[in-house]
């Protein structure tokens, strides 16, 4: 399901980025945040961070760029909310340097070229329903739910277009699965 807010953009009813970070464990956190700090695609999204971190400890946001990423990493994953696009690639970072074999297994269940479960192409057309719905069984099957649905919100968030199908199946929602 998909609700529009005025401005028409189509918005999954999922939590956002942000709030995804609010839900990880602090040790999943940490390995974001890590993650995050090696990014070199994340400059801009690093320097929002540094700005957040400092305004927090209240430090410099200079200081902030000077401590070992170890302090850094630390300050993040402390944060108790962090903005909208930090927390989007803080997310694409976890996945990239923790969750490779997930992506491949996903990707590869839809049959889409991928190098180690990084897409080959960037012309993606959305997979059919009943190819996700396989494709989601298959990562089920093999990998924790909560790390299934982090990456399947993920993915929406990431690319709506796309993945906007993935909003509907409970996997992508476990907290829902029970209600």
Known sequence: MLTYPSDMTPT????RPSQLWKQLSSERRLQAAAAFWQ???AGAEQAEAAAAIAQRIKFRVKSVVAMSDEKRTRHLASLPSVPELVAARLLV???LTHQRPMMATFLSALGIPH???VLADDDLQAPAPAALQSAVAALAASYPP????LYLSTLTWQDPETWRALADLPETRPHLQHS
């Open 12 to 15: 999954p009813e999922i939590p």
């Open 39 to 41: 990014d070199e695609h």
């Open 93 to 95: 970072a976890y996945h």
């Open 115 to 117: 190098e180690d479960g």
């Open 146 to 149: 909560e790390d299934v649905s």
